[in-house]
């Protein structure tokens, strides 16, 4: 059997029909990779069974090599065998790691992630879902949120062709016996979501049910997560997000989410990102389990904040979606999107799309009780897209992926810095130097820093000395000033977002810089390292 680096590999063998309940079968795996240059690296995995006497494990291997493989099934003679792991196929990097507040694959390149959501998607009729994979294919997205279970919410009501557990005869499922079809289906999603090089971000829970997938108890949502980690843990581009919006799921204990973050790190032995969703009180993204900030918000200026905090890559995951549904979150312009992705990302941070569009007919149907189907909206089922952020988020994500090296905010302007403010105050020698002015804001609850923060710190960013970026969002400046480093010199360049025009403004300047601009939102300053 050859393997390939990077590249899912599994293992099916009969054994015996177990006793016991399905989804709780498990046996262990020992995967042994000599490396290369001779080092070693010994993985332990967990096997799963699929029903009529099948069970399957699977194997991810990080590096080229020769592999051994030994397991045994219950029922089933051991099995020993060595292959060869040959190196990745171009183009083939790994699965998306954090590093720092950063993302990036394992082999280092830089993963920007632009991010979109269809949380019903594979639950959709297979016409809806091809239309779906060629519009993700013309698009700008590599990662996508979508739901395991289904989801009974507005503009999504519709009951799925299958599920994810096998259904009684009363119509209620049997959480102990997983559909293997279904779960086949799933995995065949994520296999062409990758070969569209997208990031399946993948939410266990949701509080919008019909079926009682959020009313489970707490062991049978363990039972459910050891066995989705046993399952699809060797697919790269894989991450866990535990849920949207955990915080209404009003079955679930709070302390149950950090059991369920525990043991996905701990029965994953690949290290998926892992995250959760809120809709009102944050996760604890301090959690040693959680590897990035995953927030519901539109404040995005707060970005280095979270990044402070937490070390961690920080993702506004929920920043709000275009279209023009009666809810807030569902009707912001397509402008209003784009300075939300600019924002977040020039200061180094990333954001995800969403789209909600109904056209007037379907909007008086719909309210009105007049319809059958529901209207298919992109952030609901997929299908098409309609907004106009799209192609101006792919000139975005050409212009991020162009830079050397990823953003980072600039760093507070001294008088900005609250806690460098209140130890001038207490300095007898200094305090006189603090107008009035920023002793008030010196003294405000660190909360209301924040949103005093959001108007008045500028979005800047940089990468290293290399690329300095200000972006203006809704600010309409005539002329702006870059504090350049004196001992080089670079290019200026002035990038309408809107237009997705990118015009040369000036030759190596250095030093505090004077620039002109043209009074209209969304413009960007790129300063970047002039090339002799």
Not at 60 to 70: E, H, Q
Not at 184 to 191: A, I, P
Not at 258 to 266: G, N, Q, S
Not at 503 to 525: C, I, N, W, Y
Request: some cysteine.
């Amino acid at each position: 059997m050859n393997l390939r680096q990077y590249e899912t590999a599994e293992w099916n063998v009969n054994g015996a029909v177990p006793e016991s309940a399905p989804i709780g079968v498990s046996f262990p795996g020992t995967f042994v990779l000599t490396k290369e240059d001779g080092t070693t690296q010994t993985t332990e995995a967990e096997g799963f069974y699929r029903g009529a006497g099948r069970y399957t494990i699977r194997y991810y291997p990080k590096a080229p090599g020769t592999l051994t493989v030994r397991f045994q099934v219950p029922g089933g003679d051991p099995v020993q065998e060595t292959c060869q792991v040959a190196p990745a196929d171009p183009g083939r990097h790994g699965m998306v790691q954090a590093k720092g507040i950063h993302l990036a694959y394992e082999d280092g390149t830089r993963f920007f992630s632009v991010g979109t959501t269809i949380y019903g998607m594979i639950h959709q009729r297979q016409t809806l879902l091809e239309t779906t994979y060629r519009t993700l294919a013309a698009s700008p997205f590599n990662k996508i949120r979508l739901c395991l279970f289904p989801k009974y919410y507005d503009f999504n009501h519709e009951e799925p062709e299958r599920f994810p557990f096998a259904r009684n005869e009363d119509g209620s499922f049997d959480f102990a016996a997983p559909d293997d079809g279904w779960w086949d289906m799933l995995e065949k999603n994520l296999v062409r979501l990758r070969q569209l090089g997208i990031q399946a971000d993948l939410i266990l829970f949701h509080p919008y049910d019909h079926w009682g997938f959020a009313a489970m108890t707490k062991n049978q949502c363990l039972a459910y997560l050891s066995y989705a980690a046993r399952r699809l843990c060797a697919f790269p581009n894989l991450w866990w997000s535990l849920a949207n919006e955990y915080d209404l799921m009003d079955r679930f204990d709070r302390s149950w989410w950090k059991d369920f973050a525990a043991l996905l790190r701990r029965e994953d032995p690949y290290g998926h990102l892992l995250s959760n969703h809120q809709c009102i009180t944050e996760w604890d993204f301090s959690d040693p389990s959680t590897t990035h900030v995953c927030l519901q918000s539109s404040a995005v200026m707060r970005t280095p904040l979270y990044q402070e905090r937490y070390h961690k890559p920080v993702l506004f995951d929920e920043c709000a979606y275009e279209g023009n549904l009666p809810y807030n979150w569902g009707n912001i312009t397509a402008r209003e999107l784009l300075h939300r992705f600019w924002t977040t990302s020039v200061l180094g941070g990333y954001a995800t799309h969403g789209e909600t569009f109904l056209t007037r007919e379907e909007a008086k149907a719909w309210f009105s009780g007049k319809t059958g189907a529901d209207p298919i909206l992109w952030w609901a089922k997929g299908g098409t897209l309609h907004g106009e952020a799209p192609r101006r988020i792919a000139f975005l994500r050409a212009l991020m992926e162009s830079l050397p090296g990823d953003p980072e905010p600039d760093p507070l302007d001294a008088s900005m810095d609250q806690e460098k403010l209140l130890e001038k105050m207490q300095d007898p020698a200094r305090a006189a130097e603090v107008p009035e002015v920023m002793r008030q804001v010196a003294r405000m609850p660190k909360e209301q820093f924040a949103g005093f923060l959001d108007g008045n710190r500028l979005c800047a960013g940089h990468v290293g000395e290399q690329v300095f970026l200000q972006y203006f969002a809704h600010n309409c400046p005539c002329i702006a000033f870059l504090n350049l480093p004196g001992d080089r010199k670079y290019d200026i360049r002035l990038v309408d977002t809107w237009e997705m025009t990118d015009t040369l403004l000036s030759r190596g300047a250095s030093g505090r810089t004077q620039v002109s601009l043209p009074g209209k939102e969304g413009m960007l300053l790129l300063a970047w390292e002039h090339a002799e």
